[in-house]
């Protein structure tokens, strides 16, 4: 158990919907990364916040918005969902934004969109 | 740019052989390397990081990797494979543009038999 915390698990839905995903960082972790693996894209990195800053962008559709909250959990608003959106969706902390701090991930959700 | 080249997608050993997963990458500054592994399922677990220092580190569940400048590699060995090594492993650089953000390979997905 990493320590962070993702719901729902698990996320059926249909194209042209709207959904939010939530994560809870390890205690004492500032930073909070967004990730989406898929089978045809690997791993990307999609969004990262400190403290409740936005702290860089990755390949994020302009339909995908994030933020964090000053309790420090950060969640990922998809909108306007079409079927390449399904893919699994990984949150991470880290306790600092520096490079070799290493990053806890949470246990994903999984997005379905039909 | 950085980016993460792991050869072979499917690597398969007998219980007891060497496992050797390879991955390459590019970058432009000093990398930190990292190598996570996913089982079934479940997210992401960190299995040793590079930063700097000892080339040769030493992570969990018996694993090991050289950082090798020169070839510009981060290959992941283990003597000695165990059934419960079966899983997908991810090699990653960190560093972004403008964040802290890691970048992944494909993945290697590791079968051992018995």
């Known amino acids: 158990d990493s320590g962070v915390t993702q719901t729902p698990k698990h996320l059926i839905t249909a194209t042209g919907q709207r959904v939010t995903l939530r994560c809870s960082p390890r205690?004492?972790?500032?930073?909070v990364y967004w990730y989406q693996q898929s089978l045809d894209q690997g791993l990307q990195f999609l969004i990262q916040y400190y403290n409740g800053e936005e702290r860089a962008k990755g390949n994020i559709l302009e339909r995908f918005s994030a933020q964090q909250f000053p309790d420090l959990h950060s969640e990922l608003n998809l909108s306007s969902l079409e079927l390449g959106d399904s893919a699994l969706y990984f949150c991470a902390s880290s306790v600092d934004p520096g490079q070799f701090y290493e990053q806890y991930f949470g246990p994903g959700t999984r997005l379905t969109v039909t | 740019a950085q980016s993460v080249t792991q050869l072979g997608s499917h690597v398969s050993v007998s219980e007891g052989a060497l496992v050797l997963l390879r991955c390459n990458y590019s970058s432009s500054v000093p990398p930190y390397l990292f190598w996570y592994v996913q089982y079934p399922n479940q997210g992401l677990q960190l299995l040793l990081k590079y930063t700097t220092g000892a080339t040769l580190v030493k992570g969990i569940n018996g694993f090991e990797a050289e950082f090798k400048k020169s070839e510009t590699s981060f290959h992941l060995t283990k003597p000695s494979a165990h059934m419960s090594d079966a899983a997908e492993y991810f090699c990653a650089v960190s560093g972004y543009q403008a964040g802290t953000a890691l970048i992944f390979g494909k993945g290697t997905t590791l079968s051992v038999s018995s």
């Open positions: 205690s004492g972790d500032l930073s």
